[in-house]
């Protein structure tokens, strides 16, 4: 194993960051503990995945522990499906990333990709528990379907006789299949569209095909369900189809963290991605309870596991939730107070219960969501390291435009390259 002096905490900070604006939520939030944090620290700026990408959170995610997910990322259909623990098998099954949405068929039009974000994973699961077991009647083919947390799921498409392929496009109108990373695209339309082969290969012709006869199926199943009814007597938005994004088959060749680093991780995690990736990686999973909106409890819940977790690992990571989701809907000022009570709740408690002479902290952001831009964008994200009082770059405060002017480590064109960076310098303390 690499021989570090200090231990890792490595937290992650769900779309904290706005781009390099000098007035960005980071900047205009009181944050006192994570500016002593930055104070004490030297840091720098990367890119998750690359200039020129606005990720989604799995790529990043899979980047920011180290790995070039233009090199070993397998997709978030496969990455899904294993935090929910639906297996795969070579060269027969296809794995996709679902939602529960919200169509308006009569328009063709997705009226909302997430059913208006107040589904609950109860109901999800009361709409679908029908579906996790279902037969297509073409192409041999058969879907096996499991909840991961409200409108999320998972879903594996398999053949019983054809070979399939992951080179299919998204239904999920928002994101853009890229090889097998999905780029959040900044004008989209809500027209419901059909999946396609993205080659002439004729195993993406059946997959694709599959994956259509599959929504309909779903579509056929929802239209009418008890849920559904009780939602719109409540002037709710009904879950009545699923949009689908991010097709992978069964992960290959993909290093585990202790034979690519030489270090022991544990991952803190509650959603099906997080949970997927460091399986997929060889991590210790430590499941933590899902974010309840009470956000002092689960901060505070969050740093108990922290403790739990640090003495058996050589790093600990964790993703925070919360200011993504206020990124999304253009809520500066809900965004701020994301970020405040993160501050208060979460990296406050921590800090007064670790010996800091034997941690080390690095805090970061998996993407940048700007409330100015509603949606995921390509700017790099700062990143701060604390280690000692031999290494500080002189911040006041922890933004984006602080750690672009001081930051010694400059800017990283993808967030793989800073876990050789960090290890080189726990190494030599």
């Not at 990322?73 to 794995?95: C, F, I, Q, S, T």
């Not at 965004?335 to 219960?353: A, C, H, Q, T, V």
Request: hydrophobic share 40%; with cysteine; proline share 5%.
């Amino acid at each position: 194993m690499t021989r570090i002096k200090k231990k890792l905490i490595y937290i992650v900070l769900d779309g904290a960051a706005d781009g390099l604006r000098e007035n960005s939520s980071l900047s205009l939030a009181s944050t006192p503990n994570m500016d002593e944090v930055a104070q004490e620290s030297i840091g720098g700026l990367h890119y998750p995945v690359r200039k020129g990408v606005a990720p989604e959170s799995d790529s990043a995610v899979f980047s920011l522990l180290g790995y070039d997910p233009e090199r070993f990322y397998v997709g978030r259909g496969p990455v899904d499906a294993l935090g929910v623990g639906l297996n795969m098998k070579d060269d027969y099954e296809v794995a996709l990333r679902g939602n529960l949405a919200s169509a308006d068929f009569a328009r063709g039009i997705i009226i909302d990709r997430r059913v208006g974000r107040d589904i609950t994973t109860e109901e999800a699961m009361a709409l679908l528990r029908g579906c996790k077991h279902l037969e297509l009647g073409i192409y041999e083919g058969y879907a096996r379907l499991k909840v991961g947390l409200k409108y999320r799921f998972a879903v594996v498409i398999g053949s019983r006789k054809y070979k399939l392929s992951d080179m299919i496009s998204n239904t999920d109108p928002a994101y853009s299949k890229r090889g097998s990373i999905s780029i959040a695209l900044p004008d989209y339309s809500n027209n419901i569209v059909e999946c396609t082969p993205i080659n002439s290969d004729n195993r993406a012709v059946i997959t694709a095909k599959l994956v259509n006869k599959f929504i309909d199926t779903l579509n056929l199943k929802l239209v009418d369900h008890p849920v559904n009814r009780r939602r719109i007597r409540m002037g709710k938005l009904p879950a009545n189809t699923v949009i689908l994004r991010d097709a992978g088959m069964k992960p290959k060749g993909i290093p585990k963290m202790k034979r690519y680093y030489r270090l022991s991780f544990i991952a803190i995690a509650d959603m099906p991605t997080e949970i997927g990736i460091a399986k997929l990686l060889g991590m210790k999973v430590y499941k933590s309870p899902p974010m309840t909106g009470d956000f002092r409890r689960d901060c505070l819940s969050r740093v108990e596991y922290v403790l739990d977790a640090s003495p058996h690992a050589d790093a600990v990571y964790i993703h925070i939730k919360g200011p993504d989701i206020y990124g999304h809907d253009g809520d500066m000022e809900g965004k701020i107070k994301s970020l405040e009570e993160i501050d208060s709740y979460f990296i406050g408690p921590l800090l007064n219960r670790i010996d800091l002479d034997q941690y080390a902290i690095l805090i970061t952001m998996d993407h940048s969501t700007p409330p100015q831009e509603r949606r995921h964008t390509d700017d790099p994200v700062p990143y701060i390291l604390r280690l000692d009082n031999k290494y500080r770059d002189k911040f006041q405060v922890f933004s984006e435009y602080e750690v672009y002017k001081k930051g010694s480590l400059g800017i990283l064109g993808s967030a793989w390259m800073m876990m050789p960076i960090i290890i080189k310098l726990l190494s030599a303390l």
